[in-house]
């Protein structure tokens, strides 16, 4: 059973200090704001970038957006880095290597993934060689969609990122970042040739439009494949 | 038939002749380095600065495009392989659907034709103002302050994905090809921002070509990466490669498609096969694509776009079993696109789609070309060379 504290005082040399001090508590949280609005407004990028994705994002970071102005200046190497940015699609051969290059990075760190790929595989998910989005390999902050994403919506994803930087470090509470969810395959109304699930007899309403369209079949081919029941239906309606 | 072996070194089998208690260093370069292009890899034994062999590794973006087609429907696999030769997407789409056109027997109407050969030009003047960036960047602070050139580069760029986003609506994969002509039509307006564009890009080469007139950019290029016309024919490197060396072919004036056997297409060739020739035939392209695109931008006859229904369904199209094979001139050079039709699905998708790159040729020079060079040279020759790794891995 643990000893309830809560009513003994708690000592520690440097509340002596700041007693003694007046104005270092102030000291601190500013140092802190400093700091903040420093690493939030330097953000250095390590461009992990494999195809397409990376050529937007040397356009985001030529002349007409300009991402340099945010302060995220481009570096070659993971160890001056602060953000890797996975610009397109990581294979089986790649991503140990995108791993070791994280590992590379010196703490704190973000990841953001830019371009379908990076964030699911995109269409290449099913392919042998690639691997269904990057964070299975690395924890990832910031989710850019697009294929590839505009450079304005890479600039968007850069400012959520220093957004999220500024409440991670104020000590707020950060939602935490979801994976999109992958596009699903929509289950057709009337289902697909080859679906087993298919209904081999053709319906009811199908059965009475074939009738009014008067079309070419013979119409005991209508009747022969119309459910029994439905036929009835049919006719007690009418009567 | 005796299989004669050329009387030049072999870049994998004559390490040998080299001393083997020399002290030799294992450099690694790549697959993550910012002048590979992508994500390639090459393995150089130094012997001090200078380059004693060089073995490249490539398949870091494998994506399986090629069993992919394979499942997929004809209309379907358009917008897939245009994340092929991102640089030059265009192009993909247009050889995957003549290919497919050949095989299905489809005509394009003549307006379409003139579509395509239209926006092919203009995507080789983007593709080649991108080469000259990330080259002009790769070869470092020595021009003009590092990074000048590629942001010159990319800011008349910009100005043609303009051209293409009007056009088509997408700044990057267009997806506008498709079997039998074009989705898209030419919008109102859209012959004089072509003329405006192009015009203004013809202006800007000048100045590319005038502080690129520089002594260290010369001695950097000058007599770098020779290829000699053999090796290069050898090798099957085609584009500007080939012609740097010295060889006039250009599959736009040599086997015409769409409609170059109409035009006056001037192939532009260069003597001396190194970085520097390299990168004045393509200046030149530049030029000659803008004069070609600007000439026919005013002269689109009218008529359909689609010489076809557009495909939804898979049974809209009717295949027979055969087996093509088209190409045509990209700005990396002859892309080739094999399909046999047939299989089970002979309707829906191809039996076998087998896409010839040139940049996966380019890539296999660097063996011959890399031994005797310092390491700073590898970095201009393997920009030169213009790889992309999606293209070259698919």
């Given amino acids: 059973m643990a000893v309830d504290e809560s009513d003994l005082p708690f000592e520690h040399p440097l509340y002596d200090l700041m007693a003694k001090m007046p104005g270092l508590d102030l000291a601190t949280t500013s140092v802190d704001k400093l700091l903040n609005w420093g690493v939030r407004n330097s953000l250095w990028i390590f461009p992990m970038a494999t195809s397409c994705c990376g050529i937007e994002f040397m356009a985001a970071a030529a002349s007409r957006v300009d991402m340099d102005r945010m302060g995220t200046i481009v570096r070659g190497t993971p160890r001056q880095s602060d953000v890797m940015v996975v610009a397109g699609t990581i294979t089986v051969k790649m991503a140990p290597r995108v791993k070791r290059l994280w590992d590379q990075m010196p703490e704190p760190k973000w990841c953001v993934a830019m371009g379908s790929c990076a964030i699911s595989g995109d269409f290449y998910r099913d392919i042998y060689s690639v691997i269904p989005g990057i964070d299975t390999v690395i924890p990832v902050d910031v989710y850019i969609p697009g294929c590839p994403p505009n450079p304005e919506e890479l600039m968007g994803g850069m400012l959520a990122l220093q957004e999220k930087v500024a409440l991670k470090r104020a000590g707020l509470r950060v939602p935490p970042e979801v994976r999109p969810e992958t596009a699903k395959m929509i289950k057709p109304r009337v289902g697909r040739a080859e679906d087993p699930t298919r209904e081999k007899l053709i319906g009811h309403h199908q059965a009475l439009q074939a009738r009014t369209l008067d079309l070419t079949e013979p119409a005991d081919l209508v009747e022969a494949m119309t459910p029994k029941a439905a036929a009835d239906g049919d006719q007690e309606g009418g009567a | ?394």
């Fill in chain 2, 1 to 394: 038939m005796t299989l004669e072996r050329p009387d030049r070194a072999d870049p994998y089998l004559d390490l040998d002749e080299y001393e083997p208690e020399a002290d030799l260093m294992v450099l690694n370069f790549g697959p993550q380095h910012p002048s590979t292009h992508g994500v390639f890899r090459v393995v150089m034994y130094l012997d001090g600065e200078t380059i004693v062999k060089a073995v490249p590794y490539a398949g870091y973006l494998h994506r399986g495009v090629e069993k992919l087609c394979e499942k997929l429907t004809y209309a379907q696999i358009t917008p897939i392989v245009d994340k092929n030769d991102y640089v030059a997407p265009m192009f993909n789409e247009q050889a995957v659907n003549m290919a497919f056109e050949a095989l299905t027997g489809t005509e394009v109407p003549i307006r379409a034709q003139y579509i395509r050969t239209i926006v092919g030009e203009i995507q080789r003047v983007a593709s080649h103002l991108l080469w000259l960036g990330t080259f002009a960047m790769d070869l470092g602070g020595a021009i003009g302050g590092g990074t000048s050139v590629f942001m010159w580069c990319f800011r008349e760029r910009e100005m043609i994905l303009d051209l293409f986003e009007h056009l088509t609506g997408c700044r990057f994969h267009y997806n506008t090809h498709t079997l039998g002509g074009n989705r898209h039509d030419i919008p109102a307006g859209w012959a004089e921002k072509v003329h405006a564009t192009l015009g203004h890009i013809a202006q800007r080469v000048d100045e590319y070509e005038a502080i690129l007139d520089h002594p260290i950019f010369k001695a950097r290029t000058e007599g770098v990466g020779v290829i000699s016309a053999q090796l290069a024919l050898d090798l099957g490197l085609t584009g500007p490669l080939l012609r740097a060396s010295g060889v006039d072919h250009d599959l736009r004036r040599d086997a015409p498609y769409n409609i170059y056997d109409q035009l006056d297409v001037q192939v532009m060739t260069d003597t001396g096969g190194d970085c520097a020739a390299r990168y004045r035939v393509r200046v030149r392209e530049m030029r000659e694509s803008i004069r070609i695109a600007r000439a026919l931008v005013d002269n689109v006859p009218p008529g359909p776009i689609c010489g076809t229904k557009p495909i939804k369904l898979p049974v809209q199209t009717r295949v027979k079993d055969g087996q093509v094979y088209v190409a045509l001139e990209t700005p990396r050079g002859e892309l080739g696109t094999y399909v046999i039709g047939g299989g089970d699905n002979r309707n829906a998708s191809p039996y076998r789609l087998k896409i010839r790159p040139p940049s996966l040729h380019a890539l296999s020079a660097l063996p011959y070309v890399l031994p005797g060079h310092g390491v700073s040279d590898a970095v201009a020759i393997l920009g030169s060379l213009d790889p992309i790794m999606g293209e070259a891995d698919r």
